[in-house]
């Protein structure tokens, strides 16, 4: 049985990022496609200097929520208007291939009000390391 706590230590875990975008850039930084191979939408070519790296999206991410709504039954047109329903603050609960396939092996239904979701925010402005890149 998974048991899914605040301080339990385990290997899968879904990651709610929120990003923000940044003056100086457009957009978030991240496409994203429908699945081939398993339902879903997915996150790809995420662009290490944009909100959605310094988020924590990643490549091969599958999209569970758009702002605390779940969107893995809507069509690919609603997902991207759920995400551009909101221009400068987005809040995407993601699963990557491994962690999604615990999960549902484990017949858990991932969601952000889990306990166990991991919470990563990027800042409000760019980070200066990234600055002139």
């Not at 930084?29 to 290490?48: A, K, L, W, Y």
């Not at 603050?89 to 615990?102: G, H, I, M, Q």
Request: hydrophobic content about 40%; glycine content about 6%; aromatic content about 6%.
């Amino acid at each position: 049985m998974f048991i899914c706590t605040a301080t339990a230590k385990y290997a899968h875990r879904a990651r709610l990022c929120r990003l923000r975008t940044w003056n100086e850039e457009d957009g978030y930084g991240f496409n994203m496609h429908t699945g081939r191979e398993r339902p879903g939408q997915f996150i790809s070519n995420v662009d290490t200097e944009l909100p959605g790296a310094a988020a924590g999206l990643r490549d091969g991410d599958r999209i569970v929520e758009v702002n605390g709504d779940n969107v893995e039954q809507l069509a690919h047109r609603e997902v991207v208007d759920k995400i551009k329903a909101v221009s400068d603050d987005l809040t995407l609960l993601v699963v990557d291939p491994d962690a999604d396939k615990f999960f549902a092996e484990q017949n858990i239904a991932i969601n952000s009000s889990m306990d166990c979701v991991e919470r990563i925010a990027c800042p409000h402005t760019k980070p200066a390391a990234l600055i002139g890149r």
